[in-house]
């Protein structure tokens, strides 16, 4: 299904206007769950509670506040912030052009994409993402959406404007002055300096994003299309380990991935069997194993069973000696 514009407007540079929409561009394939009552299909849901009281307060009871510290709050009217809120607008101005390798990537924040909404607005639309990048250049502006103020980066891509959402200067953190051991003193040697370089090197490859899959949504919808063909477990080998906090020999630690690096093509072509491998076993694994408690959950089981049996003995001794009343 083609996406929707979330906003309709103009994009202006000196005296052009072109009329646009924006459009996201990407789409969110996180899995989503339910929380549904264990054995049954019924949904949970959860009511607003006074933490005070515990009793569930209505929509039309609850406002907006602040907290200031120190256990105060100000409170806000829902008036108060509309009148705080900035113009509402229709254009996207360009106030000026800058180089894109000028910007560090962590301003940036949500890409869309700019689109013209008339065969009218085609041409000129074409005309600025053709000499912005011919120029190697980037517009910057800011405009408003959803009662917000944005700060925006276009930049031409093949065959379309870019938008990108942006952070404020002051929504950057600063991370010499808030992350630890940053202002350490350490530093490498030259021959450590150089190993680096060559497993950089060793390890430079084009990039490609099609390379790339979330292996963990990957696998949930695969447990999710076994549990509803019938098969209700599957099992998987857990992870190995390692320890965080050992201390390494930098210049040994280098030189074993340059060595690794080497044979990485064989080796990657070993790893991509080992995984066809173990999903092959967890396929076909007999469905006994499966439906098989282990040694120590049975062992618990046990221990339990005694547990229940000697309390029991204990209860029936007891009324036993205790004397009835007449």
Do not use: C
């Not at 009871?61 to 510290?69: E, F, L, N, Q, S």
């Not at 404020?168 to 202002?183: M, N, Q, S, V, Y």
């Not at 019938?230 to 340059?258: F, M, R, Y």
């Not at 080992?274 to 959950?297: D, I, Y």
Request: glycine content about 8%; overall charge positive.
């Amino acid at each position: 299904m083609a996406p929707r514009a979330i906003w309709k407007g103009s994009l202006s540079f000196g005296l052009v206007n072109v009329p646009v929409g924006l459009y996201p561009a990407t789409t969110d394939k996180t899995l989503h769950f339910h929380q549904v009552e264990e054995g049954t299909s019924d949904r949970i849901r959860y009511k607003k509670v006074n933490e005070r009281t515990g009793r569930e307060v209505p929509n039309e009871r609850i406002v907006k506040a602040m907290d200031t510290g120190g256990g105060e709050y100000v409170i806000v009217s829902d008036e108060e912030l509309i009148e705080a809120e900035p113009e509402k607008s229709r254009a996207i101005d360009i106030e000026g052009f800058v180089d894109l390798h000028d910007i560090d990537p962590i301003y940036f924040r949500t890409t869309y994409y700019l689109a013209p909404q008339s065969d009218a607005g085609t041409k000129p639309y074409r005309l600025l993402r053709e000499a912005m990048d011919q120029a190697g250049k980037i517009g910057i502006a800011t405009f408003v959406m959803r009662n917000k103020e944005y700060l925006v980066a276009i930049r031409p891509e093949a065959d379309v404007l870019a938008l990108e959402t942006m952070y404020f200067a002051d929504e950057i953190r600063d991370p010499t002055a808030e992350l630890p051991h940053l202002g350490d003193r350490a530093s490498a040697t030259a021959k450590e300096r150089d190993m680096a370089q060559v497993l950089i090197d060793a390890l430079a490859e084009k990039w490609d994003p099609a390379a790339y899959h979330d292996s963990y949504r990957e696998h949930v919808q695969q447990l999710v299309a076994q549990k509803q063909a019938g098969h209700e477990t599957v099992t998987h080998e857990e992870p190995t380990q390692h320890s965080g906090g050992k201390v390494i020999n930098l210049l040994e630690a280098l030189q074993a991935s340059v060595e690794r690096s080497s044979g990485g093509s064989r080796a990657g072509g070993t790893s991509k069997a080992a995984g066809r491998t173990s999903k092959a076993a967890v396929k076909e694994q007999p469905a006994s194993k499966k439906a098989g408690p282990s040694k120590k959950a049975a062992a618990k089981k046990a221990a339990r069973k005694r547990g229940a049996a000697g309390t029991a003995k204990k209860r029936a001794s007891t009324s036993t000696s205790r004397p009835r009343a007449s």
